[in-house]
């Protein structure tokens, strides 16, 4: 896929920092590939072309795949595929009817990309959006997530970069928060699924760019020591599949992801198990911080960009009420 993508090349010639460096240590290079974003109705969106037709799609790093809505494939004439045998779609709040189409030309920053796959179905979006970009052209390399500057970059490291610090725009007196990438349990590696916790309780956290807040499931915000009077009453959300979920807000006392805390914050809960991880870290973490996800060192790293992690981000139409 490398050769296919507008190339903006950022030349970082990192240097390993842990340990005693050879004297003839490699460099680090980063061939980066930029994916500009806009906050449109509080998600984050980019343009692609798809055989030459200019498409908005939803920068989602939860979803597995990306995904067009049916009228964007009806729009673009798009051929109706099979989804491979046994493959069924799960959304946030139910099954997704769903099938296969392949466009023959997708096009991003003057690249082109051929014969690539989409799902389409789910419900209409609200905003613009036609559909979902996701981890199967997201994790094609190494990730960065700027949000808040308006950036997706996906870094293909090239020479040893195993040591290598990779939150390389971090000047030596910030502190860079980095943990490891979880895997287990998870058949779908290229989830980017971290290990943190709420009021002292480990979770596994599914980190969503394509969700407006963080969420925890029921289950997860009672280990949490949530009791039922401490949720409020916040309507029903819904997403791209069949039916609605329970929604409540709750208080807790800390949230911890390595050596970052929060106090004193608010969490949407919802009554659904089709999460697959005790919550899902969303868009109003992403903007807070710059995030890179190494999947070459199995890592992500992370720097705050001030101001409130957790602040409220605009709810997307049709997601919550």
Avoid at 45 to 57: H, K, Y
Avoid at 246 to 252: E, G, I, L
Avoid at 285 to 300: C, D, E, N
Wanted: proline fraction near 4%; include cysteine.
């Amino acid at each position: 896929m490398k050769t296919g993508w507008g190339r903006a090349r950022i030349a970082c010639a990192l240097l390993a920092t842990a340990g005693a460096m050879p004297t003839a240590q490699a460099a680090c290079e980063l061939n980066t590939y930029e994916l500009p974003v806009t906050m449109v109705g509080g998600a984050p969106v980019a343009t692609l072309t798809l055989n030459g037709v200019p498409v908005r799609m939803l920068v989602d790093s939860g979803a597995f795949y990306s995904l067009l809505t049916p009228a964007t494939a009806e729009q673009l004439k798009l051929p109706k595929l099979n989804l491979p045998d046994g493959m069924r779609l799960i959304g946030y709040t139910g099954r997704i009817e769903a099938h296969r189409t392949r466009v023959d030309k997708v096009g991003l920053l003057g690249g082109t990309l051929s014969k690539i796959d989409f799902v389409v179905g789910g419900n209409e979006m609200g905003a613009g959006i036609q559909g979902l970009l996701g981890r199967n052209i997201l994790a094609a390399a190494d990730t960065e997530y700027d949000l808040a500057n308006g950036m997706v970059r996906l870094m293909f490291p090239k020479g040893d970069c195993s040591r290598v610090d990779m939150a390389y725009w971090a000047p030596k007196e910030m502190p860079v928060v980095v943990v490891p990438l979880e895997t287990d349990g998870h058949k779908d590696n290229h989830q980017v699924t971290v290990r943190v916790r709420i009021n002292g309780t480990s979770m596994q956290a599914l980190m969503d760019s394509g969700a407006s807040r963080t969420t925890l499931t029921l289950d997860a915000a009672k280990r949490a020591g949530v009791k039922p009077g401490g949720l409020d009453e916040a309507g029903h959300v819904s997403g791209i599949g069949e039916g609605r979920a329970k929604h409540w807000r709750a208080k807790f006392d800390s949230f911890e992801l390595g050596g970052e805390r929060v106090g004193n914050i608010t969490f949407g809960v919802a009554d659904t198990d089709a999460m697959g991880d005790d919550l899902l870290l969303g868009l109003d973490y992403f903007l807070a911080h710059r995030i890179l996800v190494s999947r070459t060192q199995g890592k992500v790293y992370l720097t705050w960009n001030g101001g409130p992690v957790f602040a409220k981000t605009i709810e997307r139409d049709g997601e919550a009420e």
